[in-house]
T-cell receptor, first 114, second 110 residues
Framework: GAGVSQSPSNKVTEKGKDVELRCDPI?????LYWYRQSLGQGLEFLIY????????KSGLPSDRFSAERTGGSVSTLTIQRTQQEDSAVYLC????????????FGPGTRLTVL | GENVEQHPSTLSVQEGDSAVIKCTYS??????FPWYKQELGKRPQLIID?????GEKKDQRIAVTLNKTAKHFSLHITETQPEDSAVYFC?????????FGKGTSLLVTP
């Protein structure tokens, strides 16, 4: 079946602008995660959604970052007033109900803030 | 919070040799340890994982060992091939979040 998809694949924006990144998880997966991967670095956890429960936002780096998940499926990560240090690849992953289930990653969105 | 250290950061081996990558974690509550392979410009792909109730798991040329007492786990790749060249990430799960190491860039030379 279809894997996790993300859009856009690349986004170039100017400092101070807002951006929205989209994630379509694998159908039937109730868990959805957002990670950030800076150049040459590991993956940094941002936020976790599980079904209709309140999301775990503990990894969001500042209040400029927010995420929604509508209808328990598609998720949008919003970054307001982008800064150059926000430049990174933003990866989404989805999985089945349990936290120890495999997380399947999307291809990522490469964000460049000029 | 959880801190995952991964070594080495780069590793170069000759085709056919073995490669070992080691990770340590700090949170004794961590109970799930996956390894991901990421080729250049591609998404991370799970290659093997281990849960805290076992000490070793094998899948063909790949094996992972876990020492809960020492809080470290390792990836072993035997009979390496050029297509094994990639960045490998270890991770430890605490609560809901996977905490990743910074990655090991593996180069397998023919």
């Amino acid at each position: 079946g279809a894997g996790v998809s993300q859009s856009p694949s690349n986004k170039v924006t100017e400092k101070g602008k807002d951006v929205e990144l989209r994630c379509d998880p694998i159908s039937g997966h109730t868990a959805l995660y957002w990670y950030r991967q800076s150049l040459g670095q590991g993956l940094e956890f941002l936020i976790y959604f599980q079904g209709n429960s309140a999301p775990d936002k503990s990894g969001l780096p500042s209040d400029r970052f927010s995420a929604e998940r509508t209808g328990g499926s598609v998720s949008t990560l919003t970054i307001q007033r982008t800064q150059q240090e926000d430049s990174a690849v933003y990866l989404c992953a989805s999985g089945l109900a349990g936290a120890t289930d495999t997380q399947y990653f999307g291809p990522g969105t490469r964000l460049t803030v000029l | 919070g959880e801190n995952v250290e991964q070594h080495p950061s780069t590793l170069s081996v000759q085709e056919g040799d073995s490669a070992v990558i080691k990770c340590t974690y700090s949170d004794s509550a961590s109970n799930y340890f996956p390894w991901y392979k990421q080729e250049l410009g591609k998404r991370p792909q799970l290659i093997i994982d281990i849960r805290s109730n076992v000490g070793e798991k094998k899948d063909q040329r790949i094996a992972v060992t876990l020492n809960k007492t020492a809080k470290h786990f390792s990836l072993h790749i035997t009979e390496t091939q050029p297509e094994d060249s990639a960045v490998y990430f270890c991770a430890a799960l605490t609560g809901y979040a996977l905490n990743f190491g910074k990655g090991t860039s593996l180069l397998v030379t023919p």
